[in-house]
């Protein structure tokens, strides 16, 4: 069975997907920290953010790689306790994927055709193993449009971007609450607002607000969800 969730920055696709995950005992792929994992490649590299052609090669032969496992003596994990941990060419990722510079910089890359298609691969390819929770902003239209359950999360832009400055705080790094909830409104209106894949609701996705709701609260709707679709596929398959 595969899960998508997808939903704007800081609505809470992430800790609500790793949640499901471990509720279920499916496995939790985090495409948008994929996306992020090239732009910090492309900044590291000096490779404009403009530059398409390099961009998508980059995506191509970027070797990313989940892990479960605890961090590695001497890597912090101030912010990434419980999250599958992310590697590139070997290096632990986790942390340094989250930092204003790539955030400000992910939807920009991302927007690239050649970054998209070689990234869906990707994805594509780690969701085939089957019983898997994929969160990003396009897994329900593009990445697995065939998901047996999908569900779009959203929240006020004022509780979005506390959320996101709270992680930044947790980080030790100072930010404005007022640049954290311009550049949210930003990035909403780049992702929505992009020709290729652009951040919108699958039809058949179930829209759940997380504004006023608990975390457990949204995992608990989302299971209920992926419970009810078990037991549609049950009677149909006693049926046939």
Do not use: W
Not at 53 to 72: K, N, Q, R, T, Y
Not at 106 to 112: G, I, K, L, M, R
Not at 121 to 145: H, S
Not at 191 to 212: F, H, N, Q, Y
Request: proline share 3%; hydrophobic share 40%.
């Amino acid at each position: 069975m595969i899960v998508a969730i997808d939903g704007p920055a800081g609505s809470g696709k992430s800790t609500v997907a790793r949640e499901v995950a471990g509720c279920l005992g499916f496995t939790y792929l985090d495409t948008g920290a994929m996306y992020r994992a090239v732009t910090l490649l492309a900044l590291e590299n000096g490779v404009l953010l403009d530059d398409a052609p390099s961009l998508g090669a980059l995506a191509v032969e970027a070797e990313l790689a989940f892990s479960s496992d605890a961090p590695s003596h001497g890597t912090s994990s101030s912010s990434a306790d419980g999250l599958p941990r992310l590697f590139a060419g070997g290096h632990d990722i986790t942390l340094a994927i989250r930092s204003p510079e790539v955030t400000a910089a992910v939807s920009q890359v991302s927007a690239h055709r050649d970054v998209r298609t070689a990234m869906t691969i990707k994805q594509r390819e780690l969701a085939a193993a089957g019983d898997t929770v994929l969160e990003g902003r396009d897994t329900g239209t593009v990445v697995c449009p065939d998901a047996d359950v999908k569900v779009f999360l959203t929240a006020s832009l004022a509780e979005r971007a506390r959320r996101r400055r709270d992680q930044f705080v947790e980080q030790g790094v100072a930010v404005e609450a007022d640049q954290v909830e311009r550049d949210i409104a930003t990035r909403d209106r780049y992702d929505s607002g992009r020709s290729l894949a652009p951040l919108t609701r699958a039809p058949d996705a179930v829209e759940i607000d997380t504004t006023v709701l608990t975390v457990e609260q949204v995992v608990e709707k989302v299971c209920a969800l992926v419970e009810s679709e078990r037991k549609a596929a049950k009677l149909k398959a006693a049926e046939a």
